[in-house]
Nanobody, 130 residues
Framework: QVHLVESGGALVQAGGSLRLSCAASGRTFSTYTSYTMGWFRQAPGKEREFVATISWSGTTDYADSVKGRFTISRGNAKNTVYLQMNSLKPEDAAVYYC?????????????????????WGQGTQVTVSS
């Protein structure tokens, strides 16, 4: 069973920065194999939405709302992923979820849809004060 654990959520002032971390573990994950991993977020009263993804090959993609402010990266162990969030806005406040694909998709069309991810973390709260 695969287990994802997010950390790094906090209360921050608008304009500030945070770095979220996600560590994957379990029998399916090997520290020597990269998996496509992504970050999603859900604000109160809204549906969960795509934020960023880093594919198994290292390709990154971002939602337009965070492009230029957020950076997704992979740790050296390859079963960790980070989301560096700069210039935070009140509208960035949400529960942020880490997700992973244990199936390797070769088409980038699979990297944004939530349905393509079969492992999810419990979420970490990001609050941005204005």
């Amino acid at each position: 069973q695969v287990h994802l654990v997010e950390s790094g959520g906090a209360l921050v002032q608008a304009g500030g920065s945070l770095r979220l971390s996600c560590a994957a573990s379990g029998r399916t994950f090997s520290t020597y194999t990269s998996y496509t991993m992504g970050w999603f977020r859900q604000a109160p009263g809204k549906e969960r939405e795509f934020v960023a993804t880093i594919s198994w090959s290292g390709t990154t993609d971002y939602a337009d709302s965070v492009k230029g402010r957020f950076t997704i990266s992979r740790g050296n162990a390859k079963n960790t992923v980070y989301l560096q969030m700069n210039s935070l806005k009140p509208e960035d406040a949400a529960v942020y979820y880490c997700a992973a694909q244990t199936v390797r998709y070769y088409s980038s069309s699979y990297y944004r849809p939530q349905e393509s991810y079969d492992c999810w973390g419990q979420g970490t709260q990001v609050t941005v004060s204005s």
